[in-house]
Every structure is written in C-alpha cells, then in structure tokens.
C-alpha cells in the first residue's frame, strides 16, 4: 500500500485548506518549523501530531480526542481525505470530523467532493473494509486495528517500551510475531488445549473436594432407596396407618435432634461472645496504659526526671498487653471463625429440620386417605430430589478416572503440537538471523556499535507457562536514558519494517510521532539519513517521522531538504495559515 496525499476540504468555504503529497518510497519528514529566532517562537503545538493523527483516522482508527468539540473544526465542516493506492487499485478514503461514526470510500481515479458519489459505511463497516480490501488481511491475521498501535507509534504511550502499555501479552506477542514475519498463533492454538486442561482441573476439584463424603452418600442412597419402595408399598396396599406410625417415629427423632442443635447453638453462641469481650478487654487494658503515657511529664515536673525503673515498668506493661492483643487477641479471632462456622453449619441443618418437622406434623393433621397419599407423594419427591443430587455427586465421583485420562491426553497433545511447532520455528533460522542483521546495522549505523536481538520460542509445556509464545527481545548500551531507549524502539520497529518489505506488498509504512525529540542529532540524523537511502534503493516502503527543526543541525536539515525528504513544514505565523490545518482550531 502506498500513501499518496492528504486533503483538508472545507464544506463551509467549499475549497481545499490544504494538500500535501507525500513520497511514494523513501523518507517523509513531517518538520515542525520555527517563524523566527525570537524569543517564544516554538515549534510544538503546529500539527506534527494532528497530522498523525489524522492519517490513523483516515485508516481506521477512532476520531481523535483534539477534535471533539472544537468550533473552528465544526463550524468549517472538515473533510479529510487520503489518496492511497493498493495493489493495482486506486483508492480515496475519507472521514468527516462532524461525522466520526462514518466513513466514505471512493474507488476511483478522480477525487469528487460530493459524497454522494462515494461509498459511504459506518464506522465498523468502514474498520473492516481497511482491514480485508486495503490491507489484504483476514479472520487467520490480526486485525490492522491491533496492528497500527505499532506501526502507527503514538506520541504519549508508544515509546515506553518496544511494548504497549496494559494489552494483553498473548495478543501483543502474536502481534509483533506478525510483524516480523514469524509464526504468530502458535500461542493462541495451545491455548486452546490449556483452557480445556483448566476446565477439567476444575470440575476434578470439586469432585475431589466430597471424595471424603462418597461412602456416606452410597450409604444414604441405598437408604433412600429403600425408603421411597416402602412408602411406594404404602400407597399400593393404602396401609395409611402404618405410615403415620412412621410418620411418628420419624417425628419424634426429627424433633430430638432439633432440640440438641438448639442447646448446641445457644451454648456456641456464648462461648463467641466470651471471646469477642476477651479481645475487647485486652484492647481496653492496652487503652489505659497508653494513658499511663502522660506520668512522664508529670515526674518530669515533680522531681526533674522519669526514674528509670517507672520508665521500664512501663514499658514492660505496655509491651506485655501489646503481645497479648497481637497474639492471644488473634487466637481468640480465629476461634471466633471457627464458631462461626459450627454455627453456620448447625444453623443450616436447624432449617433443615424445621422444614421436616413441618411437613411430617402433616401428617397428623391430615385424616383424609387422599390427603395422606397426597403427602405421601410429596415426600417420594422430596426423597427422589435428595437422591437425584447423590446420585450426580456419586455419578461425578465415578467420572474421575475419565477425567484424568482426558487432561493425560491433553497434556500428552500439548506436547506432540509444541514438538511440530518447534520444528516449524526451526525452519525460520534464516529469516531470524535476517532480522538480527538488520537490527545490528541500524545500532553501528546510529551508534557505531552492536546490539543485541534475541527471537526464541517457549516450549515449557506447564499449566501457566505461555507455550508456543515468540518472544522477541533487544538491548542496545545505555538503553536506561530516554534518547537511546526511543532510538533502540524506532530501530525495533526499522527492523521489521524493513525485512517486512521483502515479503509483503500491504504494510509498507511506518509513522513515528515524536519519538526524534530525545535522541542526540548526531545519531537520529545518521539513522534517518540511512532509512532514506535503503528505501529508496528498494524503491518501496514509506517511513513517516515528526521532527522539529532544533532538533537537527541546520546542515543536516538542509541534507534532507535537498533529498525531499520533507514534505510538511508547520510554522507557527501571526495568521495560522502554515499549521496543518491552515488555521488554529484550539484556544
């Protein structure tokens, strides 16, 4: 893809603001420009940015936030449109910035300004026409939305690290693997094998967490069992008696063990206060001696000095219900969870056997044989609703060899795909130690020195290790300072920028806002000088870079000028009319 021009139209003016074209291959320096040498006269505030800004919104990206809510921008009704050519196609893309949630494309020849004749989308419409038309990318790719934040650097946040700031690892390391070219969904397909490995973990815990109960609920079904065939041979030969002879009996236990839970929680109940005004006492007693504080002024003032012994005792005492309150303070809290998890424990059963005791004196009152069949029914229900859940636990309990069989069997695919893997990682030698060149000659083209670029493929296969992960890694020397860091994340992104144009005809271009501020003259110029050069002997790629003007020597400037390496200059004038937009639009 090549970027030809940008055009600002004013609907409000009905002309164009301004136009600028840009180098098909090779540098474009984008120059913040001083008016004079007077005192004030500044280069920041002219553009560079907004012009940045701009061609990622014409690309896909949300509106700017500068833009939202300006007069001068609303009032002139701005038009943004970029000329761009693809494949063998030209193409017009532009975007309003009264209209943020739509986009216009028109594929033709010939720029109109009558957005009739364009193609107009939404904004999801238009992000995707970029990505699959545009770009040529699809459902196996990342997206060019995650892409651009690192072909696109921003100004604020995108020269931190080679890295951005709070996205998630897996999809920035497929992201950059992309970008240089490498395997970049290995992660992501073994990830799928590990989240299904984390789903039977799970589900094997739990099974794990009633083993200790599997006995006792074998025991309870078989009772179950036997409880719901006697009340079906109740109602088959209507033996209603004998049921609330039963009904009786079951009563009668029911309400013994209600009553024994009673005295147990009431007695539990006590002991928890007890404990609570064990811990408050300490903390009262500890209070009053922190007063005893006050006794050395006063001894001080009685007899000129606090007696050694006092001061001792003191400190003894104040130190003793300190530990007291630290230690026996935290044995008393930990007895008070303990009782209230008895209480919580016993509280549920006391509700258990309410509900119980209510539906069995039912029976009592009940005398009419439907009735009583009736709740009789409602008690087989009951009964075959406990043991439906038995039986799900038991159930689970006998899957658990399944299940274990299942995670050997992921683990055992885990390894056979990071084994093909590797062998596929193993086939980009070359193309790695490609990359390692070209990182090392933008280092001794910038510094005079060598760096270092290290490419490597995690092959841990655990639970939590990032398996099938390319992690890529560099250092330059003195790489701690803020200039040499941002030169060693432009030559980052140089590196696969420019191995990326010998197998790819769609991201061919790279922006860097601000990232030359920093940096010593001496080593940018050399490193942007370079680049020129490179992509004009290839006659392909366009690297786009903000500069301001004291940050170059005037000779070095002058260099670029005559290569046509600039191709934006904004200054700051008493009419506005050289920023980018040709007017001030911010107060």
């Not at 903000?546 to 002058?558: A, H």
């Amino acid at each position: 893809m090549i970027i030809r021009r940008l055009i600002i139209y004013s609907y409000q003016l009905g002309e164009i603001l301004k136009e600028y074209r840009f180098n098909e291959f090779g540098l474009n320096l984008i120059l913040g420009e001083k008016k004079g040498q007077g005192k004030g006269q500044e280069t920041n505030g002219v553009g560079k940015t907004t012009m940045v800004e701009s061609l990622d919104y014409l690309l896909g990206g949300s509106c700017p936030n500068d833009f939202v809510g300006k007069p001068e921008l609303s009032k002139r009704d701005i038009l943004l449109i970029l000329e761009i050519s693809s494949g063998d196609q030209d193409i017009y893309l532009a975007r309003l910035i009264n209209q943020p949630d739509a986009g216009y494309i028109l594929p033709n020849k010939t720029v109109s300004f009558d957005l009739t004749q364009w193609i107009d989308k939404d904004d999801d419409g238009y992000k995707k026409y970029i990505n699959h038309v545009v770009m040529g990318l699809n459902e196996k790719t990342p997206s060019f939305s995650a892409l651009k934040e690192y072909i696109i650097r921003d100004e604020k946040a995108g020269f931190l690290n080679v890295g951005l700031p709070n996205r998630k690892a897996m999809n920035e390391a497929s992201n950059l693997a992309y970008l240089f070219n490498l395997p970049h969904d290995f992660e992501k397909e073994i990830s799928n094998y590990k989240k299904q490995h984390r789903e039977l973990n799970q589900k094997l815990s739990i099974i794990k967490s009633f083993k200790d109960e599997i006995s006792d609920l074998k025991i309870r079904e078989k009772k179950l069992n036997k409880e719901i065939q006697e009340l079906d041979n109740i109602i088959q030969k209507v033996n209603i008696s004998k049921k609330l002879s039963k009904d009786a009996e079951n009563y009668q236990l029911s309400k013994s063990e209600y009553n024994q839970l009673q005295n147990s929680l009431f007695e539990l109940q006590h002991i928890k206060k007890q404990y609570q005004s064990n811990i408050q006492d300490l903390k009262t007693k500890l209070d009053e001696i922190k007063l005893l504080n006050d006794i050395q002024p006063f001894y001080e003032q009685l007899i000129g000095f606090f007696p050694e012994k006092v001061e001792k005792n003191q400190a003894d005492i104040e130190k003793f219900y300190n530990f007291m309150v630290e230690n026996r303070g935290r044995y008393f809290s930990h007895k008070i969870s303990e009782i209230d998890y008895e209480i919580d424990k016993k509280q549920k059963r006391i509700n258990e056997l309410n509900k119980t005791i209510q539906r069995q004196t039912k029976s009592f009152r009940n005398t009419d044989i439907i009735a009583d069949i009736t709740k009789i029914n409602e008690d087989k229900s009951i009964k075959f609703e406990e043991l439906a859940q038995i039986r799900v636990k038991i159930s689970m309990d006998q899957e658990k060899t399944n299940i274990t069989a299942e995670i050997n069997r992921i683990k055992q695919e885990i390894l056979r795909q990071i084994e093909i893997k590797l062998d596929i990682f193993k086939s980009y030698e070359e193309k790695i130690l490609n990359l390692k060149e070209i990182f090392n000659e933008l280092v001794i083209e910038a510094y005079g020195e060598t760096g270092i670029f290290d490419i490597e493929l995690v092959n841990d296969t655990s639970l939590n290790a990032t398996t099938g992960r390319v992690k890529i890694n560099c250092t330059i020397d003195d790489e701690k300072s803020h200039g040499r860091l941002h030169m060693k994340i432009n030559i980052f992104d140089l590196t696969w920028f420019l191995n990326g144009l010998n197998y790819r005809d769609n991201l061919t271009f790279l922006m860097h806002d601000g990232s030359y501020s920093k940096p010593n003259g001496d080593a940018k110029f050399k490193l942007l000088k370079y680049i020129d050069l490179e992509l004009k002997a290839r006659a392909m790629g366009q690297y786009f870079a903000t500069v301001n003007v004291n940050e170059l020597e005037n000779s070095e400037l002058s260099e670029l000028d005559d290569a046509n390496c600039v191709v934006a200059r904004l200054v700051r004038t008493d009419d506005n009319k050289e920023r980018f937009f040709g007017f001030r639009y911010t107060t």
